[in-house]
């Protein structure tokens, strides 16, 4: 079992930035990927961007160039870890609730992934 806790989340201007934090723990040693998804107010959900163990990244076309996603590298492969979201250059698009996700692999994120309760991101003026 893989416990996920995320915070960082709020409220922020359009142009602004926010980051996100995700504390992983549990039985780690069988992730190698961890990544954000975002559901909207229209319940579409979207991954957002994940890295895995490698340090290989993936972004949805919607915030390359703005969103960067980063993790802790641990000693041990069963350690916890803490994987990070900062979003710069934020739109009112960006509105969602972002949960931290982590599998085995990227592919398999969407649907068998552990997920957090996650953090609300509102971009308005």
């Known amino acids: 079992q893989v416990a996920l806790v995320e915070s960082g989340g709020g409220l922020a201007q359009p142009g602004g930035s926010l980051r996100l934090s995700c504390a992983a723990s549990g039985s780690m040693f069988s992730i190698n990927a961890l990544g954000w998804f975002r559901q909207t107010p229209a319940n579409e959900r979207e991954l957002v961007a994940a890295i895995t163990r490698d340090g290989t990244t993936t972004y949805s076309d919607s915030v390359k160039g703005r969103f960067t996603i980063s993790r802790d590298n641990a000693e041990d492969s069963d350690d916890d870890t803490m994987v990070f979201l900062q979003m710069d250059n934020l739109k009112p698009e960006d509105t969602a609730l972002y949960y931290c996700?982590?599998?085995?692999?990227?592919?398999?994120?969407?649907?068998?992934?552990?997920r957090g309760q996650g953090t609300q991101v509102t971009v308005s003026s």
């Open positions: 996700v982590a599998a085995f692999t990227v592919a398999i994120m969407k649907d068998h992934g552990s």
